[in-house]
């Protein structure tokens, strides 16, 4: 019982003697081993056919040959002479054609057997097809010499039937064992794959740790400088600032309310200036749009210049106004020229805006606000980090998982065809 025997298993009870639990590491060696001795087993039966065939072919020469010097039958006519000498060459040439054409191999592989087997077949049809009509006439003149070629071809037919009748049930065993390679090179490439990914995912996994503790750290920085000296002044300084510029916004609104009580007045005067009815100077002009945007930023000369213009107009009572409205506003305007509230006004406003203009100089020489720029910069950086390494470590354990899935499918296979060989007992184990 041969190797190949057992492997499709024509005795059970022979395939009990082979190993059960076969290390992967140790496979192709078994399988090598005992494939090597099957194909030992057919180089002889091979290589005797092989040799059956090369006395077949040397039968066909000699039947060429003789054919080749034989007379035709005394009782042929010419014309069936000429016919005859005309389909001897065409059968000389194709048996001329099987001995060129049809050589054995120079080893005794069954691959090569198989080959040459179809080869052959190949050679032969195309012979007996272009042949077969010649024949007939070969066997009328030439009956002796047609026997011959005959059975020379049928011997050489039948010794290439004999080879494939060897080698038939082998093939598909041999195409079986030569995908054991790739097989087995495929898982070996799988788990030296998950390896390297797992490696990978290890290195992230510390980098992702690493990351974290850096977060961690700028973290415990930030709050360190927040509780430093030179961050609470940064605190108070601002603060002040922003007093100060409540204190301007109030004291803006106060100033505003000022010329509240004119303001129908110049909206008047404004008017009548727009329609030229009474046109302004250039400089009153422009103290009206001041006065209307910008109160707080009016200057002393330029005011009185204006409120002049103004009382003379509501004395004149050319503004439309009703009669009270006009004594409002002189009331108004006498506050503004004759009392000091203008000017306290501006020179509070001044006197903050000096001040805030000294915190914030003050605020600026710090470098507490720069640091905590920097450290928010790199916590940024580090949590864009840490979101772009996990983003990794799941796409590799996503691919992990899909190897590991094609790895168990290869198993699978290798396993179900080492069991056709060794048994459904037999079992891989891998280290």
């Known amino acids: 019982m041969s190797f190949l025997d057992r492997i499709f298993g024509k005795k059970k009870k022979e395939t009990e003697s082979l190993p059960q639990r076969i290390d992967f590491n140790r496979l192709p060696d078994v399988i090598n081993e005992e494939y090597k001795k099957e194909l030992d087993s057919l180089r002889a039966p091979i290589g005797e056919k092989y040799r059956e065939i090369n006395s077949s072919i040397k039968d066909i020469r000699d039947a060429r040959q003789r054919l080749l010097e034989a007379e035709a039958m005394a009782d042929a006519n010419k014309r069936a002479e000429k016919l005859g000498e005309s389909n001897r060459d065409n059968v000389i040439h194709n048996l001329d054609l099987v001995i060129e054409k049809i050589h054995v191999p120079s080893n005794k592989d069954p691959k090569d057997a198989f080959d040459f087997y179809e080869d052959s077949k190949t050679v032969l049809k195309q012979v007996l097809e272009n042949t077969q009509r010649s024949m007939l006439y070969i066997k009328a003149l030439y009956p002796r010499e047609f026997e011959n070629v005959g059975s020379g071809l049928a011997g050489l037919e039948s010794r290439i039937d004999e080879l494939y009748g060897l080698i038939k049930d082998e093939k598909e065993k041999i195409e079986i064992f030569d995908k054991f390679p790739e097989q087995i090179e495929s898982i070996r490439r799988q788990e030296r794959e998950i390896e390297e990914i797992q490696e990978k995912i290890i290195d992230l996994e510390e980098k992702y740790e690493s990351a974290k503790q850096d977060v961690a750290d700028i973290g415990s920085r930030m709050e360190e400088l927040k509780g430093s000296d030179e961050f609470e002044n940064a605190r108070n300084l601002e603060n002040r600032i922003k007093e100060l510029d ?36 250039p400089g009153n002009r422009n103290t009206l749009e001041t006065i209307k945007n910008n109160p707080s930023a009016i200057g002393e000369t330029e005011l009185g210049s204006f409120l002049d213009m103004l009382e003379q107009r509501i004395k004149n009572r050319d503004l439309g106004l009703k009669e009270q409205m006009y004594d409002k506003i002189l009331r ?28 914030t100089d003050e605020l600026n020489q710090l470098d507490v606000y720069r640091k905590m720029e920097n450290i928010e910069t790199q916590e940024s950086e580090y949590s864009d980090s840490i979101g772009q390494i996990l983003s990794r470590i799941e796409a590799e354990r996503n691919h992990l998982q899909d190897i590991e899935d094609n790895l168990e499918s290869s198993k699978h296979l290798l396993n179900s065809e080492i069991k056709t060989i060794f048994g459904q007992d037999a079992e891989i184990i891998y280290s």
């Open 332 to 359: 108004q305007i006498e506050k503004l020229k004759e009392t000091s509230v203008m000017a306290d006004l501006l020179e509070q406003r001044d006197s903050y805006l000096s001040e805030k203009k000294a915190v």
């Open 246 to 281: 409540d204190n301007i916004s109030i004291t803006d609104s106060e100033i505003r309310r000022l010329f509240t009580p004119m303001s129908k007045a110049i909206s008047r005067v404004e008017k009548q200036d727009k329609k030229e009815i009474h046109v302004l100077s």
